[in-house]
């Protein structure tokens, strides 16, 4: 088993608020914005959560949150050479079970090499795909069973003892993004159809 260190990213939302009017409305204004409860954030009973039922929005989008983590520079890099950068910066919603650096290490020598090769860019682009659902999946919402995947197959998910996806380990999750969330797995799970194998020399 493949155990990783995932470092947490720090996301900060600055909200401006500006008041106008006289004295009396400049004092409503500013206690009423001091005073204003939190959003409901419950999540709801459905595992497909949407997109307007998510934690607030990151700066930048699942690309961006990605690339602005070391740990995440070969996913960074295969998305890049399957050409799967403008997609994961779409509006989605989407969720990415995103392999850390070790987890595509682990890998048997030589496959992350043959698999950026541009003749190998089906299997890439069928490998990365199958990380990512169409939806938007919060932690509080995961539930155990098959879930479709943008690639097409299913991934199995289960919850005894930690949540597992395939035979990859949840590490960490909802890690927010503008268009979804990433959840950090610890190993580079591959669909039942691509034989990775048939790609080392």
Do not use: W
């Given at each position: 088993?493949?155990?990783?260190?995932f470092v947490a990213i720090g996301l900060v939302a600055v909200l401006g608020l500006a008041a106008c009017g006289s004295d009396e409305e400049d004092t409503a204004a500013t206690t009423a914005?001091?005073?204003?409860?939190?959003?409901?954030?419950?999540?709801?009973?459905?595992?497909?959560?949407?997109?307007?039922?998510?934690?607030?929005?990151?700066?930048?989008?699942?690309?961006?949150?990605?690339?602005?983590?070391?740990?995440?520079?070969?996913?960074?890099?295969?998305?890049?050479?399957?050409?799967?950068?403008?997609?994961?910066?779409?509006?989605?919603?989407?969720?990415?079970?995103?392999?850390?650096?070790?987890?595509?290490?682990?890998?048997?020598?030589?496959?992350?090499?043959?698999?950026?090769?541009?003749?190998?860019?089906?299997?890439?682009?069928?490998?990365?795909?199958?990380?990512?659902?169409?939806?938007?999946?919060?932690?509080?919402?995961?539930?155990?069973?098959?879930?479709?995947?943008?690639?097409?197959?299913?991934?199995?998910?289960?919850?005894?003892?930690?949540?597992?996806?395939?035979?990859?380990?949840?590490?960490?999750?909802?890690?927010?993004?503008?268009?979804?969330?990433?959840?950090?797995?610890?190993?580079?799970?591959?669909?039942?159809?691509?034989?990775?194998?048939?790609?080392?020399?």
């Amino acid at each position: 088993m493949i155990r990783t260190r995932f470092v947490a990213i720090g996301l900060v939302a600055v909200l401006g608020l500006a008041a106008c009017g006289s004295d009396e409305e400049d004092t409503a204004a500013t206690t009423a914005a001091t005073e204003a409860p939190a959003a409901d954030t419950a999540a709801p009973a459905d595992t497909m959560a949407p997109a307007d039922t998510m934690a607030p929005a990151a700066e930048g989008d699942i690309v961006a949150v990605a690339s602005a983590n070391p740990d995440f520079s070969t996913l960074v890099a295969a998305v890049q050479a399957a050409g799967l950068v403008e997609t994961l910066q779409g509006p989605g919603p989407f969720t990415v079970f995103a392999p850390t650096n070790e987890a595509f290490a682990a890998l048997p020598a030589g496959l992350v090499d043959a698999l950026l090769l541009p003749e190998n860019k089906d299997a890439l682009v069928a490998v990365l795909t199958y990380h990512v659902l169409p939806a938007a999946v919060m932690a509080a919402d995961v539930a155990a069973g098959d879930v479709a995947t943008v690639q097409g197959e299913n991934i199995t998910i289960t919850t005894d003892g930690g949540v597992k996806v395939n035979d990859a380990n949840v590490v960490a999750t909802d890690v927010m993004a503008s268009n979804g969330v990433i959840h950090v797995i610890d190993a580079v799970i591959v669909p039942p159809s691509v034989d990775v194998t048939a790609l080392l020399p």
